[in-house]
């Protein structure tokens, strides 16, 4: 019998046998208690670890939300600035414009820079014409104007 393995424990009396089982059972019982804790705790632990992660993701995307929001306020801020700047520019252009137009302006700029005066009565000169509207046709190298649109 080489390499065999006996056990002697079959050749002890039954109450030595029944107590070395308890011991055995109580030992591996008590075995399988501590795995399952262990395994609990280390759940417990991977559990805290991924509330942790995902806290520290939540305040990352929320700190990344408060730069954005501060570039499109800034952005908003600076569009709101050359607008009212524009408004002004339109506002001023628009009476320069305003002032430009003026009756007074466009007599003086006629009479100065155009050399035009005011028409006086003695150079109207009335022309009598016939008292009902006509309109003629005429033709050109034998075609009429309405065959030259068609």
Same mark, same amino acid.
Do not use: Y
């Given at each position: 019998m080489t390499g065999e393995k006996h056990d002697f424990s079959l050749f002890e009396p039954a109450t030595e046998r029944k107590k070395s089982e308890k011991v055995i059972d109580a030992s591996k019982h008590l075995?399988?208690?501590?795995?399952?804790?262990?395994?609990? &705790? !280390?759940?417990? @632990?991977? *559990? /805290?670890?991924? =509330?942790?992660?995902?806290?520290?993701?939540?305040?990352?995307?929320?700190?990344?939300? &408060? !730069?954005?929001? @501060?570039? *499109? /306020?800034?952005? =908003?801020?600076?569009?709101?600035?050359?607008?009212m700047e524009l408004e002004a520019e339109h506002t001023r252009l628009q009476m320069e414009l305003e002032g430009q137009m003026s009756i007074r302006n466009v007599e003086e700029y006629a009479r100065d820079v155009l050399g035009m005066q005011k028409v006086d009565p003695a150079q109207v000169e009335r022309i009598a014409g016939e008292k009902t509207d006509r309109a003629e046709v005429s033709e050109i190298k034998g075609k009429s104007l309405r065959d030259l649109f068609e």
């Open positions: 075995d399988t208690q501590k795995s399952k804790a262990q395994v609990q &705790k !280390s759940k417990r @632990s991977l *559990i /805290s670890v991924f =509330i942790g992660v995902l806290f520290a993701a939540f305040f990352a995307l929320m700190l990344f939300n &408060k !730069s954005q929001m @501060s570039e *499109i /306020s800034d952005k =908003i801020n600076k569009e709101q600035q050359l607008l």
